[in-house]
Nanobody, 131 residues
């Protein structure tokens, strides 16, 4: 069964950058679309970005568009989330998850508060943006 693991979180000042990684050791992820989600204390889980299985298509939440970039290296079975110009409101636990559904469904489902087309959720990595 596919298992994902996030890493790369940490504490940064506003305006700083972090790169998160979503790895699948021992598994091949090139069939899966991958999504990044985040959840802040007291808030619902929010879809941040997703990338198609080939990497040719990406989609971002409006709140991160222009600041975050999702990419993947299928040879390394890893998906990345480059986060620039970080803001305090980006503080959250960040999760990655996988989906086999058609791309249009993946994009639609990422934007809901019930992303049931995604599975194999990782444990999350904490991102804290504070001065």
């Amino acid at each position: 069964q596919l298992q994902l693991a996030e890493s790369g979180g940490g504490s940064v000042q506003p305006g700083g950058s972090l790169r998160l990684s979503c790895a699948a050791p021992g598994f091949t992820v090139d069939r899966y679309a991958i999504g990044w989600f985040r959840q802040a204390p007291g808030k619902e889980r929010e879809g941040v970005a997703c990338i198609s299985s080939s990497g040719g298509m990406t989609h971002y939440a409006d709140s991160v568009k222009g600041r975050f970039t999702i990419s993947r290296d299928n040879a390394k079975n890893t998906v990345y989330l480059q986060m620039n110009s970080l803001k305090p409101e980006d503080t959250a636990i960040y999760f990655c998850a996988a989906a086999l559904s058609p791309w249009e469904i993946v994009v639609m489902n990422m934007g809901t508060n019930r992303p049931y087309h995604f599975g194999s959720w990782g444990q999350g990595t904490q991102v804290t943006v504070s001065s």
